[in-house]
């Protein structure tokens, strides 16, 4: 099955730890994207990635950091800095090629918990 | 960037109903879409409705756009308890990643 797999879908941080969610996609996606879920809110914006080896920052980047090395994943480091990390964190993939009108498919998430 | 508005942020109505859903925005778009969440899980793409089109029709569903007056809906009819979701506006301008509203949570009552 074509998809986005993200794992794992629980997580938990102690203070001071640096954690990685992993997230990979075998659609033959260019762009992929971060983006953060607080309970009853909508979606922020951390990192996106247009194309192999390049990313930008997206509204909430600070405390985060990613990489993009090859094109079916896109792991997401939640670092020490981040000082409020409790959310739902949701991959995504898109074909990209400055295409304007396509839609995103997502991943299930993961639920970042601190101890 | 800022976020759309959704409106209401939560709505709950019988089976059978129909359910619709707002969405207002600020900044010019190339096109606005409509997702869905269950609990716990990732969206899922619903409708795309382009800046040059008025409105659009999926199955049970009906978007329509006003550019302006910067503002959507979506219509759910006939509405079943398996469309109890979150529904989710995201907007795209220029080449920049979507911009999500903050949502309306549905519950389809039996």
């Known amino acids: 099955d074509g998809g986005i797999t993200q794992s794992p879908k629980y997580l938990f941080r102690k203070e001071g730890q640096n954690v990685t969610l992993s997230c990979e996609q075998n659609l033959n996606h260019d762009a992929m994207y971060w983006y953060r879920q607080d309970p009853g809110q909508g979606l922020r914006l951390i990192y996106y990635s247009q194309i192999v080896n390049d990313f930008q920052k997206g509204d909430i980047a600070e405390g985060y950091s990613v990489s993009r090395e090859k094109k079916e994943s896109f792991p997401l480091t939640v670092t020490s800095a981040q000082k409020n990390p409790t959310a739902f964190y949701l991959c995504?993939?898109?074909?990209?090629?400055?295409?304007?009108?396509?839609?995103?498919?997502f991943g299930s998430g993961t639920q970042l918990s601190v101890l | 960037s800022q976020q759309g508005e959704e409106d209401p942020q939560a709505l709950s109505i019988q089976e059978g109903e129909n359910a619709t859903m707002n969405c207002s925005y600020k900044?010019?778009?190339?096109?606005l879409q409509w997702y869905r969440q269950n609990s716990g899980r990732g969206l899922v793409h619903l409708i795309l409705?382009?800046?040059?089109?008025r409105e659009k029709h999926s199955g049970r569903l009906r978007v329509t756009l006003d550019t302006s007056k910067k503002s959507s809906s979506l219509l759910i009819t006939a509405s079943r308890a398996a469309d109890t979701a979150s529904y989710f506006c995201?907007?795209?301008?220029?080449?920049?990643?979507?911009?999500f509203g903050k949502g309306t949570r549905l519950s389809v009552i039996a």
């Open positions: 995201a907007r795209r301008s220029g080449n920049t990643p979507l911009v």
């Open positions: 995504a993939s898109s074909k990209g090629g400055g295409r304007a009108n396509e839609k995103l498919f």
């Open positions: 900044t010019s778009i190339n096109n």
């Open positions: 409705i382009r800046s040059n089109e």
